[in-house]
């Protein structure tokens, strides 16, 4: 087949699951076009040696990557993203038809940010057969007064005509199944397809001496939160477990956002010692990091929408049998219990998680270490890039009405 893929972030961002989607698919012998934008992700800048330009595309083996200028928002606030994702769907515009049409089918990586391109791009490209991958289904939690009120209905009016238009929607828990089938999509449109990590980094390993000497301290219990420090994870929340128990265990906050300087003057405020931050480390570094830690803590805020998602930290630490600590409701934290993977509580409850962190540095390291060993089970199972590779293929081959090859029927047994 000729399949196209749409999707707002591409690596070498850490974008696993469109870029391994179409690594793969090209190995099972599809041609694949991919529109994209620059890398910027999360820092909201351009990567060093990248410089946006309109003619940028690359070309491998059944494999061509167009990547489009867009609005890099590096302050992260709710009109810079808003002009990110406008300016990437009037390039999307542009660009889209004269490397997309004639696609057998598309594929959509559905977050928020890219709504405006799709629902623009599928008018311009006529009837094109669509596969939506929602990972999201609201995005913006936080009142700002400079934000226009028109942009939350003109996200809601976008995201509903691209779930008509799309002949199958997946989604990636089945809770997020819930929430699109209540905003209109038919049930026999709607499938589950679970979100993989990038398995050739996360995989488990052993922590380095130095990587153990900058995460550990003395003989305390380490809670690691490896990831986006933003609205969404209300990592204030932690700050305030952590600051509870004292020396009783220590709270390791690596990556930056939004929210970092909130959460740093917390903890200053609560005289929270045993709370450390690390700066941003690359991808490839994080399975060492999870190794030196005993626990990977996985935090949503109590948001409706949220009850849905389930954010990639969790499949990267499973998947590298790390235990986990989730303050999460909904689809998150029922993984976590199902796999008996880690300790959860409700989202959002401070005094509940110090409960969690407390029980967490009780537990013996055997016991951790049976946690993580079900946690990969469970993801090696339910959640592997195989098992997510084949589903979105058969949904491909079925919104265009193409029967499979045995090849592909091969790889799907």
Known sequence: MRIGILSYHFPPEPAFVPGSLAEELVARGHEVRVLTGFPDYPGGHVYPGWRQRWR?????????????????????????????????????????????????????????????????LLRLLGRTPTVLHVQDVWTEHE???????????????????????????AVSSPSMGDLVRARGVEPARVRTVLNWTDERIFRPTQAGPAVRRMV????????????????RQGLETAVRAAAALGDRMDLVLVGSGPQERRVRGLAADLGADNVRFVERRSAVDMPQLYAAADYQLVAQRDLPELRGTVPAKLQAALACAAPVVASAG?????????????????????????????????????????????????????????????????????AAGVEPSRGSLAEAM
């Open 56 to 120: 940028h595309q690359t070309h491998s083996e059944r494999l061509t990557v167009r990547r489009v200028p867009r609005y890099a928002g590096g302050d992260g606030s709710p009109r810079g993203r808003t002009a990110s994702w406008l300016s990437f769907a009037g390039s999307a515009a542009l660009a889209g038809p004269g490397l997309l049409r004639g696609v057998d089918a598309l594929y959509v990586f559905g977050h928020p940010a890219v709504t405006f391109a799709a629902s623009g």
């Open 143 to 169: 009142p700002d007064p400079e934000r226009s009120r028109r942009e939350p209905a003109r996200l809601e009016t976008a995201t509903r005509r691209l779930y008509r238009e799309a002949a199958l929607v």
């Open 216 to 231: 550990r301290r003395e003989d305390r219990c380490v809670v690691m939160h490896a990831g986006t420090i933003g609205a």
């Open 330 to 398: 909904g689809e998150t934290a029922e993984l976590v219990e199902r796999a008996r993977a880690g300790l959860s509580c409700p989202p959002e409850d401070w005094a509940a998680l110090a409960d969690r962190f407390w029980l967490a540095a009780a537990i013996p390291a055997a016991a951790r270490m049976d946690m993580g060993r079900r946690g990969r089970g469970a993801y090696l199972r339910e959640m592997s890039m195989r098992a997510g590779v084949d589903r979105i293929e058969a949904l491909l081959h079925e």
